[in-house]
């Protein structure tokens, strides 16, 4: 269509957004004894997703609570900036995205206390999925249920069971 037609979003901010949680550079993704699980949040800046992702998910306590429990970094998955990858090899954020073929903005990755990656959620990503992937990672759930589908499932149950409001959208 037309110009005229196109949908109007709102614009998307210029900067990346920054959470208290995030580690600062410089970046060395190296898991040490006694590490915690690692997350890495790719985003780039003009991305609505990831505006909206810090404007409602990483306002949520739950997901604050689960973000303590790893090393959280955010990178621009379009930066030459360096860094040292889990494995110890030394990289550039733009290659190290593109070799893990994150191919959406918001992607979450979520690594074990090895460095090595067992868990992602690309794209639209809904604060309920969120904390359930930082939680299904960060408890080991995922070495005993390997659906996180089945983990959700499970997970909401409970929460209704303890009177909880469940909205897997919201």
Known sequence: ???????????????????????????????????????????????????????VAFKRQEILEQSARFDFYRLDAASREALVLPDGRRAHVSGWASELSVGYVPTLVLFDARGREVFRAEAYLRPFHIAGALDYVSSGAYTREPSFQRFLQAKAERMKRRGERVDLWD
């Not at 949908?7 to 920054?18: G, V």
């Not at 949680?21 to 609505?48: H, N």
């Open 1 to 55: 269509g037309a110009p005229s037609q196109a949908r109007q979003r709102p614009a998307a901010s210029p900067t990346l957004n920054a959470q208290p949680f995030f580690k600062a550079p410089p970046y060395d993704l190296r898991r040490g004894a006694a590490a915690k699980p690692l997350a890495v949040l790719f985003e780039t800046p003009s991305c609505a997703q990831c505006d909206e992702l810090h404007a």
